[in-house]
């Protein structure tokens, strides 16, 4: 019996050095964030970039790619966008529930990763990653940012949801004019 054993580890052993087919998912790829005047570059897993539709049609017609552009996300959006690739790693992370049945985003997504991801944010960085995101057609990271959106405005009136939703600059802009009068 123990000699059966020692071959199926054998065995096991050898399929491991060939590889199978997709063995290539192990390969790298560089997203290069092309919006801005220094385009920054992020190394990244292809497995992790296969999250996108965006990478996955573009590698699709060129298989061969290594770098790839991604022309309206500035470098700074990228980065997070990469994180949360690099985090799930090209597993698709479990749905939200909608509607939203909470405030607290730790209550509605599976990963607490995603929550602390998501709520350290400003909302300005939310609207880019959204902006991003949807660019990208990566729904599971729209999704998240949605949803965040949805857990500051859930329960509020429309004057609150109104200045909860104002761009920053705006506010701003309101406070200087209360000054003013």
Not at 24 to 33: F, G, N, Q
Not at 96 to 115: G, L, N, Q, T
Not at 125 to 131: D, E, G, H, N, S
Request: proline share 3%; hydrophobic share 35%.
């Amino acid at each position: 019996m123990a000699s059966t054993e020692q071959k199926t580890d054998t065995i096991e052993d050898v399929e491991e050095d060939i590889g199978g087919l997709d063995d290539d998912d192990d390969e790298t790829l560089i997203l290069i964030s092309s919006e801005d005047d220094n385009p920054r570059e992020f190394e990244i897993s292809r497995k992790a970039a296969l999250m996108c539709n965006l990478v996955k049609s573009i590698l699709e017609g060129d298989s061969n790619a290594k770098k790839i552009p991604i022309k309206k996300v500035r470098g700074d959006i990228l980065d997070l966008i990469v994180q949360y690739l690099k985090h799930h790693n090209g597993k698709k992370p479990e749905e939200i529930a909608k509607p939203i049945r909470s405030v607290k985003m730790e209550r509605i997504v599976a990963d607490k990763w995603d929550a602390e991801y998501i709520n350290k944010m400003t909302k300005k960085m939310i609207f880019q990653v959204i902006l991003g995101a949807n660019y990208m057609d990566l729904p599971s990271l729209l999704h998240l940012g949605c949803a965040k959106i949805a857990t500051l405005i859930k329960g509020k009136s429309p004057e609150e949801i109104k200045n909860i939703l104002a761009d920053d600059s705006n506010e701003s802009k309101q406070e200087e004019n209360k000054d003013d009068q």
